[in-house]
């Protein structure tokens, strides 16, 4: 199948987007939806009741092996150690440098009854992989990639209420699963989790449920969104993006990721520790920050970020906010910046602010100056 001309990836959701008026698009080599017709509308309705976003798309890795929680202790930057005193299903998130301490990517961890499951980005699919299966070659484990599984999020201040009305014998469950933890009901996947800022739920089901899924949760007044509504949403939450707010030329230090690594346990060694931790005790490092526009346009990616007539940054994310009615984005620059600051767009030299993130948490604005 091919989107002009393009070979594509296709979701186990693809015929639900048709049928529900998605707009696909190429995102990656994978046709997904940008909207179903009003990013707008399916931004409020996550911010409001409840929606669910296809990312099928992304990795689901799971890692078998009596070496499984040695391998990823020395893999990620995160300490996987702490996932054992909360049982099965509690999960951790956790940047993954390479040897200069620079980010390969960010994911999600799972501590489960058979080693571990890890959920990456689907943009760095090949290049994890490789790095994953390279360091994976000093430890007894193996690695199995979940392509059989779909996965959907569900979002929203009614997310959990409507999947639990949507599928009742699960709603006792749900109910009671706190943040950051997952539970299996027969081969399905709900783990409390999410990109948006909101409660909800990323949900990993065998392929083949995938359609009646979908229209279940339609059934029960859950708003198909796309990935502009997921852009907008995560912007707010003030969660990074890999290949804007981070790479592999940007140290955690960078990108506001240094709560992400575990340096308790000192005798712990992971890829990338040394060179991070000579950038954390840098002078010339940079920063991430929050920024409000208030001048005229929208913050874009790239735009130039000053301080008294001089460059200190870059914008690494911006746009439009559906929830404040503001133009506000993410910047990397001088560490040593603070106050007020400007944004050059289009030639004009436009005012802005930097404010401490989030944006917006549960719907509601929460950023200080």
């Given amino acids: 199948k091919a989107i002009k001309g393009t070979l594509m990836n296709y979701t186990p959701f693809y015929n639900s987007h048709l049928e529900s008026g ?26 409001t009741t409840a929606g669910m976003f296809d990312v099928s798309h992304m990795v689901i890795t799971d890692i078998h092996g009596v070496d499984a929680k040695n391998y990823l202790r020395y893999l990620i930057t995160n300490d996987v150690s702490k996932l054992e005193k909360h049982g099965f299903g509690k999960a951790l998130y ?12 960010d994911l999600i961890v799972y501590y489960m009854p ?37 996965m959907l999020a569900v979002q929203g201040p009614e997310a959990i209420a409507k999947v639990s009305a949507a599928f009742p014998n699960l709603a006792e469950t749900l109910v ?40 279940t949760l339609l059934d029960h007044g859950v708003v198909p969104c796309g990935l502009g509504a997921r852009d907008t949403l995560r912007l707010e939450a003030g969660m990074n993006l890999y290949g804007n707010e981070m790479d592999e030329s940007t140290s955690p230090v960078e990108c506001g990721m240094d709560w992400v690594v575990d340096l308790t346990d000192e005798s712990r060694d992971f ?39 001089k460059d200190i940054g870059v914008v690494t994310s911006g746009t439009f906010s559906p929830s404040l ?11 040593e910046v603070s106050g007020d600051i400007s944004i050059v767009i289009r030639d004009k030299i436009e005012p802005a602010k930097i404010v401490k993130m989030p944006f917006v948490r549960n719907g509601k604005q929460v950023y200080t100056i």
Avoid at 94 to 105: A, P, W
Avoid at 325 to 335: D, V
């Fill in 325 to 335: 009615k503001i133009s506000l984005g993410m910047a990397r620059i001088n560490s």
């Fill in 22 to 47: 998605g707009k696909i698009v190429d995102f990656g080599n994978w046709a997904l939806p940008v909207n179903y017709g009003s990013q707008i509308k399916e931004h409020e309705a996550v911010r």
């Fill in 114 to 150: 058979f080693g571990y499951r890890i959920v990456s980005n689907a943009s760095t699919e090949i290049k994890d992989l490789n790095w994953m299966r390279q360091v994976a070659a000093n430890y007894k484990v193996e690695l199995f990639v979940r392509r059989e599984l779909a």
């Fill in 176 to 215: 009671t699963l706190k943040p950051f933890v997952a539970v299996d009901d027969n081969g399905c996947f709900y783990a409390r989790t999410g990109y948006t800022g909101e409660n909800g739920l990323e949900i990993m089901i065998p392929k083949e449920q995938a359609a009646n899924y979908w229209i």
């Fill in 94 to 105: 956790t940047g993954m440098l390479n040897q200069e301490g620079f980010v390969i990517d």
């Fill in 271 to 309: 890829m990338g520790k040394l060179p991070y931790i000579m950038a954390k005790n840098s002078t010339d490092s940079k920063k991430q920050v929050g920024i409000i526009l208030e001048g005229k346009g929208i913050l874009r990616s790239g735009y130039r970020v000053q301080k008294d007539g």
